[in-house]
C-alpha cells in the first residue's frame, strides 16, 4: 500500500497576519535601539554586518508589498510545504540584494517605517487567495504570509546571537507557525512513520522510512525545544553539537536526523 499523502496544515490567515506585523515591529524596536558600533558586529551569516542583517530583515518584508504590486499569476505553482527547499536556489541573490539594499539606506529607521506603512497598507485588503509572483515560486498571499514567520523568527534569532543583550522578543504564533512548517518539511524531505518528532508545544510529525509506529511508545524519537529546532533545520547548529550539548533527546535506531538536515540555508 502506498503511503498516504501529507497534507498540509490549515494557519489562521488572520493569526498570521497580526503575527508578521507584530514580529516586524519588535524587530523594528530593537533595531532602531542599536548604536553604530552594534550594528558595525559580525554575525553568524557569513560576513553580513548586523546593518546588512537588519536591512534583510526589511527585504525579506518589502517582498510581500512588492509581489502584490506585481501582476497576479494565473494560479500557484508552489505549495507551502516546497518553499523550504526552494529557497536555496535563491541564496547567491539575496546576498546581492541584501549588501545592495545596506548600502542604499543608512537610516535604517526610515527603512523600517516605509517597510512597516507599505506591508500594512497593502495587507488591509488583499485577500488570502491572491496569488502573488514569489521568485521561489507563485504562492497564494496567505502561504505566503507564513514563509514570512520563518524568515522573522530565524533573524530575529540571528540578530539576538549577534547583539549581545539585545533580547528581541519572539511573537508566539510566528514562533508557532515557524516551528510547525519546518517540521512538516522534514516529513516530506524524509517521509516515512518510523521516528516521531516532538517540538514541544506546537509540533509532532512522523517521519523517516522504517517500521511504521502504530501504538505506545515509539521506538525512535526526537525531542527539542522550537528554537533548538529551528536553529538545527536552517543550519544554524549542527546535529552533533546538539546532541553533545543535551539540547536535542534521541533515542532509537533511526533517530539520528543528520542525514536530513538542514532543511534550508
Not at 499523502?5 to 514580529?23: C, E, H, M, N
Not at 502584490?68 to 540584494?97: K, M, N, S, Y
Not at 514570512?148 to 543583550?165: F, I, K, M
Request: aromatic share 4%.
Amino acid at each position: 500500500m502506498p503511503p498516504a499523502k501529507k497534507r498540509t496544515r490549515s494557519y489562521d490567515s488572520v493569526k498570521i497576519r497580526a503575527a508578521v506585523l507584530g514580529q516586524f515591529g519588535h524587530v523594528r524596536q530593537a533595531v532602531g535601539s542599536l548604536t553604530p558600533e552594534q550594528l558595525a558586529l559580525p554575525t553568524r551569516l557569513g560576513d553580513w554586518t548586523v546593518r546588512e542583517l537588519a536591512a534583510h530583515v526589511t527585504m525579506a518584508v518589502e517582498a510581500v508589498s512588492r509581489n502584490l504590486d506585481r501582476e497576479e499569476p494565473a494560479r500557484p505553482e508552489l505549495g507551502l510545504l516546497d518553499w523550504p527547499a526552494a529557497t536555496a536556489a535563491r541564496a547567491a541573490d539575496i546576498d546581492d540584494g541584501t549588501r545592495r539594499l545596506a548600502a542604499a539606506h543608512p537610516d535604517l529607521d526610515a527603512l523600517y517605517a516605509e517597510t512597516a506603512e507599505r506591508l500594512t497598507k497593502k495587507l488591509a485588503d488583499a485577500p488570502g487567495s491572491r496569488v502573488l509572483a514569489a521568485r521561489t515560486g507563485a504562492m497564494t498571499l496567505a502561504d505566503y504570509l507564513v514563509t514570512r514567520t520563518v524568515e522573522l523568527v530565524v533573524h530575529t534569532d540571528d540578530l539576538n546571537d549577534a547583539v549581545p543583550g539585545l533580547g528581541i522578543p519572539v511573537d508566539r504564533q510566528a514562533l508557532a507557525a515557524c516551528t510547525r512548517l519546518l517540521a512538516d518539511a522534514l516529513a516530506v524531505k524524509a517521509p516515512g512513520g518510523s521516528t516521531e518528532v516532538r517540538v514541544p508545544p506546537y509540533a509532532v510529525v512522523q517521519c523517516v522510512e522504517g517500521p511504521r509506529h502504530t501504538r505506545g511508545t515509539p521506538p525512535n524519537v526526537v525531542e527539542t525545544d522550537p528554537l533548538t529546532w529551528i536553529r538545527l533545520a536552517t543550519g544554524r547548529l549542527e546535529w552533533a553539537r546538539a546532541l553533545r550539548d543535551a539540547q536535542v533527546g534521541a533515542s532509537g535506531e533511526r533517530a539520528d536526523l543528520s542525514p536530513h538536515l538542514p532543511l534550508m540555508g
